[in-house]
Every structure is written in C-alpha cells, then in structure tokens.
C-alpha cells in the first residue's frame, strides 16, 4: 500500500504548489497533475481491493480442498480399519477353532 500513500502525498503536493502558484498556466497545471495523482491513487486502491478478494477466493478455494482432502483420508482411514476388522476377526475366529478340536479329541 505504500505507492497509494505516495499517490496520495504528492497529489496532495501539487494542490499545495497549485495554491500558491503565480501563474494561472502554472495552477492549471499543478491542478491537472493533482487530479493525475488522485486517479492513479484510485486505480491503484482497485488493483488492491481486486487483488486481496482474489487471495481471500484463492484462501477458500485451498480451504474447501483441505477439507475434502481430510473427508476423503477419514472414509480411506475407516475403509482401512474395517479390513483390519475382518482381518483380525477371522484370526481370532482361526485361533479358537483348534481348541475346540482339542477339547474334541479329549472328549472322545
């Protein structure tokens, strides 16, 4: 924002020297050049304003994919914990089983 300030400062330099101008010719000009000054100021505060909702579009835009991201690493997460599941499940199901072949054999 500093090239604003100096807008606006030397804008603000030249009506200061329009005032006290000696020539007619001379505060038409330091006026022009006032005016000059303001409207690259104008410009340049756009530029500014366009810039900042473009990083803020840009700064939702990386949060939204964040998110996603994070959605789809919970179900890839979950998917992964539901194999283990099986996984464990059916060695401990596996586990068991020769006992009770054992408890079989002592029976008979």
Known sequence: MGTAVDYAERAEECRRLAKIAPRAEDWGHLIEMAETW?????H????FKRQEKLKQQEELKQQEE????Q???RLQT???ADRFRNVLFLSDVAAK????????????
Not at 66 to 69: E, I, M, P, S, V
């Open 66 to 69: 964040l998110k996603q991201q």
């Open 71 to 73: 959605k789809e690493s």
């Open 78 to 80: 979950i998917a992964l």
């Open 38 to 42: 303001e409207m690259l100021l104008k």
């Open 97 to 108: 089983q020769p006992a009770k072949e054992d408890s079989n054999e002592r029976a008979a």
């Open 44 to 47: 340049q505060q756009e530029k």
